[in-house]
């Protein structure tokens, strides 16, 4: 009678584990990065890394670095990783989390990440979530951390989606419904034959997402999709089938209708002020930005060209790939053509526009934007505003330069 | 533990980390006390020096204190703004555990936002579990911290915490 996230801390931490407990377990993987990692290098102090092994550094947020000084702390990990032989991800490579996706998450892993995003793994059966940088450093000196076992909000999500809309209205969906703090210290689990029919992509955003609700992980069951996906990544061996058990005690229950579900999106400064695209279609914005760990991969890209293709983009059209690969397959598919004919600016793969320290808006301007936060301020400029969607919403609004219904537009 | 000091601020809930400290600044500065002068600056430009001014300012908030991002220069900042401790109705995960992590008392209590003002005196005992506020001679009650996580705070945080007990013990 357990829940996902039971089952997983019970075996890692080999006691008999419900909801509420507090246990220790061993950290299959730990990371940081360039906005998390050097402070997590100071906490460390003259402590050693004790399995450098399970230990991964990216530099993706301000990345390529837009300063000297962040250059200079960008230095700083790299002589820690290599002093370490820790695996390090360069500038334009990718955010930590496609990566992680692509190459080391699977099901049954306790991952620690020093982003609160980490969360996005659970679609692979990872209990994965979030930390700071002491808890990252203490992790890389004792290899170990403690995880209360958290209650469970059961999300079932039935039904056929309507064409263009994703996960993503999924998830604003459940926002509105449960708001911002709706599951703080639960876990979420997505079940029901919507999310069954998700591609891993799909599912990724939802548990990408988890925490913008509050809750310290987002898992999915790993079922035959998760093998192929892991497969196609040339790690068959990691997989595992996990899911909860039918008599599993959840805390609640949310039922969700994927018909009734219509592009959504979520209106400055907080992720849960969500209303239906309609009610703000006309609108004006100034830039569409697509990418992010949140909705930066391949299907995303995707989605935004098929909306796009022999369009004109009116608003500045800003796209960053997750990932080396994901800009590797859209090169391959024709994708990234389609995208540059319509007007985009293709940006280094990594975090770009998401976090304002590269990419910036100007004062009073609207950004219409793929990302999981629309935090005033986070784009660079306290004085800005920015509307949060799926990625055929922000296409289909880049080409009239206005807040625009992407359905019935999709060729 | 006891702190004793006044409400330097109350800010409303959903109060979140990018408030806190901006992302545009972290990537530049690893010296905190240089990064704590941007503390709450797209909310309010003079939270910095009011703090200095005072001796052991505590900070009120709403429900769901420090939601959003993972960035442990969140409570780092108000540590080295000389925040002595952060009273909130609820706090977000993250935030919750990077605080005592880092040493940063954070007592959760629930409507205190709609109790307090600002400029108010505060006296908060942690055994007890017991905010006195001196000016309404009023008492408010919060769940006491578990004895683990005062000692986190005694000790000044999570790693000087486990270097005097040799690690995790399981």
């Not at chain 1, 058990?245 to 579900?261: G, N, P, Q």
């Not at chain 1, 995303?300 to 022999?310: E, K, M, S, T, V």
């Not at chain 1, 080396?324 to 389609?338: F, I, Q, S």
């Not at chain 2, 007890?128 to 005694?154: C, T």
Request: charged share 25%.
């Amino acid at each position: 009678m357990k829940t996902i996230s039971e089952k997983i801390l019970s075996k890692r931490s080999g006691v008999d584990a419900a909801s509420g407990d507090i246990v220790t377990v061993p950290v299959d993987l730990v990371f940081a990065h360039d906005g998390t990692l050097p402070l997590a290098i100071q906490e460390l102090g003259g402590h050693s890394v004790k399995f450098p092994e399970n230990v991964v550094a990216f530099c993706d947020h301000a990345s390529p670095s837009p300063s000297e000084k962040v250059s200079n702390v960008q230095t700083l990990m790299r002589q820690f990783a290599h002093r370490y032989g820790l695996d390090f991800y360069e500038n334009g490579d990718g955010i930590c989390h496609q990566i992680v996706l692509e190459r080391y998450a699977s099901p049954y892993k306790i991952i620690v990440g020093g982003d609160s995003h980490t969360c996005t793994h659970g679609a692979l059966g990872a209990f994965a979530t979030g930390m700071g940088s002491t808890d990252v450093a203490s992790i890389m000196a004792y290899g170990k951390t403690w995880l209360k076992v958290p209650e469970t909000v059961h999300v079932e999500v039935s039904g056929k989606l309507p064409k263009s809309v994703h996960s993503k209205d999924v998830f604003l969906e459940l926002l509105s419904r449960i708001t911002a703090d709706g599951a703080t210290y639960k876990a979420l689990e997505f079940y029901g034959d919507t999310v069954e029919a998700m591609s891993v992509e799909s599912r990724a955003t939802l548990s990408n997402m988890a925490i913008e609700a509050g809750a310290k992980v987002g898992m999915c069951a790993a079922d035959e999709k998760v093998e192929a996906y892991l497969a196609h990544y040339g790690r068959s061996s990691d997989f595992t089938p996990l899911c909860a058990d039918k008599d599993a005690i959840y805390v609640e229950e949310v039922r969700i209708r994927a018909e009734t579900i219509v592009p959504m999106i979520a209106k400055p400064h907080k992720v849960d002020n969500v209303v239906p695209v309609t009610e703000l279609e006309g609108q004006e914005v100034d830039q569409v930005c697509i990418g992010s760990c949140t909705n930066g991969r391949i299907e995303d890209l995707r989605a935004a060209a098929r909306i796009l293709d022999g369009h004109q983009s009116k608003a500045r059209l800003v796209i960053y790939p997750a990932s080396r690969g994901v800009l590797l397959e859209a090169l391959k598919e024709g994708v990234l053509e389609t995208l540059l004919k319509a007007g985009a600016s293709i940006g280094p793969p990594g975090c770009g526009f998401c976090i304002g320290r590269t990419v910036a808006l100007g004062d009073g301007e609207v950004a219409l934007s793929t990302q999981n936060r629309n935090f005033k301020g986070r784009m660079g400029n306290d004085n800005s505003f920015i509307y949060l969607s799926s990625p055929s919403t922000a296409a289909a609004s880049a080409i009239g330069g206005k807040i625009t219904d992407p359905r019935g537009l999709e060729r | 533990m006891k702190i004793e000091g006044p409400v330097v601020r109350v800010f409303p809930s959903d109060t979140n980390t990018d408030e806190i400290i901006a992302g545009k600044y972290k990537y530049d500065e690893l010296d905190l006390n240089k990064l704590a002068r941007h503390t709450f600056e797209s909310l309010d430009t003079h939270f910095y020096d009011d703090c200095t001014r005072l001796k052991d300012p505590i900070l009120v908030a709403g429900a769901n204190f420090g939601c959003g991002s993972s960035r442990e220069q969140a409570p780092q900042v108000l540590k080295a703004c000389g925040i002595s401790c952060v009273i909130a109705d609820s706090f977000a995960r993250i935030f919750y555990r990077n605080g005592f992590n880092i040493g940063l008392p954070l007592v959760e209590c629930e409507s205190i936002s709609n109790n307090v003002t600002r400029g108010e005196m505060l006296n908060v005992d942690f055994g007890r579990g017991v905010i006195q506020s001196e000016n309404r001679n009023a008492e408010y009650r919060f769940k006491p911290i578990p004895q683990f996580m005062q000692e986190l705070l005694e000790r000044g945080g999570l790693m000087q915490y486990l270097d005097a007990r040799g690690g995790f013990t399981d």
